[in-house]
């Protein structure tokens, strides 16, 4: 829970702030997951802090929620293409990588369990998607696309 809480932290997902008149906060909890080795002994305990984003208000909390997905066949045909072509191949994986978008509109969060506000009625502004929000995956999609392709077209558009 505690390297969950650093990530949240050091990549500024919120801020505590008083809770505005007329908005309502979505809850928060922990899940928890035990990862295994090959061999099946525990190879580490994760937890990670989900936002119950089934609660969020379409048109209030967020308006689009589409991210493309790849389908199962194109990656078989750029797997087969790949190897036919004797081409090396890397993988790529990005730690917490849904806290990585950016969120545009206004989404308050419950205090999660295991952090502290500082006064009563205080809430976690969020500043970043975070995993269970409803646009989690449409922002995660559009930080790294426009990060690894073409930034000047996604600075034109938003």
């Known amino acids: 829970m505690q390297n969950e809480?650093?990530?949240?932290?050091?990549?500024?997902?919120?801020?505590?702030?008083?809770?505005?008149?007329?908005?309502?906060?979505?809850?928060?909890?922990?899940?928890?997951?035990?990862?295994?080795?090959?061999?099946?002994?525990?190879?580490?305990?994760?937890?990670?802090?989900?936002?119950?984003?089934y609660t969020q208000t379409e048109g209030i909390d967020y308006f689009d929620t589409f991210a493309p997905v790849i389908k199962l066949t194109t990656v078989r045909l750029l797997l087969a293409i790949a190897s036919s072509q004797n081409w090396t191949l890397h993988q790529l994986d990005i730690n917490n990588a849904f806290l990585h978008g950016d969120l545009h509109e206004e989404v308050y969060m419950a205090i999660p369990p295991g952090v502290v506000g500082h006064k009563p009625n205080q809430v976690c502004k969020l500043h970043k998607s975070i995993y269970g929000l409803k646009q989690a995956s449409r922002q995660w999609y559009h930080k790294l696309s426009s990060t690894l392709f073409f930034p000047w077209l996604y600075s034109i558009s938003t």
């Not at 500024?12 to 908005?23: A, I, Q, R």
């Not at 099946?40 to 990670?48: D, F, L, N, P, V």
């Open 5 to 53: 809480l650093n990530a949240l932290e050091l990549n500024h997902t919120w801020s505590l702030v008083d809770l505005p008149p007329n908005k309502t906060p979505i809850g928060a909890k922990w899940v928890y997951k035990i990862k295994h080795k090959s061999d099946g002994s525990i190879e580490r305990y994760k937890a990670r802090l989900v936002a119950k984003g």
